[in-house]
Each structure stands twice: as C-alpha cells, then as structure tokens.
Nanobody, 120 residues
C-alpha cells in the first residue's frame, strides 16, 4: 500500500505565498514521477507542475515564474512553493505520483487534496 499525503494549504491574500508538501509512504520501490494538479469549482483538473519520468521539470504557463516544484528524494516528498498568489489560483491542489511498488510494476497514486484559497 502506498499513501500520498498533502499539506500546506490555507487561506491567504493575493500576493502572498504558500508551500505545499506531498509525502509518499508505504511500499515504495522507486518514484518515477510526481505532479501537482489543481481543480477549481466547475473546472477540470489541470496540471500545475511536475517532475516527469525523464527527469524534466514542467510547469503550466499560468504559474511559470511564480511556482517552483522541488523534492527531497530521501523523504519521498515533493514541494510546491507558490509565490505571488492570485485569486485565480484558488483550487483544491492534488498530488499525483507514479510509483513502482516492485521492480516490475508501477501505479498512479493520488493524494486527498489540500484547499488553497486566495482572497483579493
């Protein structure tokens, strides 16, 4: 069993910062990729940032220059530093990870989500 637990969401004013964390635990052989998604009410879930399986870092155009993804491999944790937050960043933020539980099999796991609310 593998669990992803997000933390760090909250209510902030426009222009402020938040740092989200996503900690993976359980039967982990390796983590191939980790992503942050978000979903605002009435909208589809969208990719915000991530580390791909090839080692690349990707960002949505809407967050480039404001958000930074990082990770601590020893802790199986990914972070999303969000600066200069805007009201349109308001959403539930989800962590997604592609994890090998053995050398042979990999699965996609999701966290429970953490609410980020940015007031104007």
């Amino acid at each position: 069993q593998v669990q992803l637990v997000e933390s760090g969401g909250g209510l902030v004013q426009a222009g402020e910062s938040l740092r989200l964390s996503c900690a993976a635990s359980g039967s982990i052989f390796s983590i191939n990729a980790m992503y942050w998604y978000r979903q605002a009410p009435g909208n589809e879930r969208e990719l915000v940032a991530g580390f791909t399986s090839t080692g690349s870092t990707i960002y949505a155009d809407s967050v480039k220059g404001r958000f930074t993804i990082s990770r601590d491999n020893a802790k199986n944790t990914a972070y999303l530093q969000m600066n200069s937050l805007k009201p349109e960043d308001t959403a539930v933020y989800y962590c997604n990870a592609i994890i090998r539980t053995t050398a042979r099999y990999e699965y996609s796991y999701w966290g429970q989500g953490t609410q980020v609310t940015v007031s104007s």
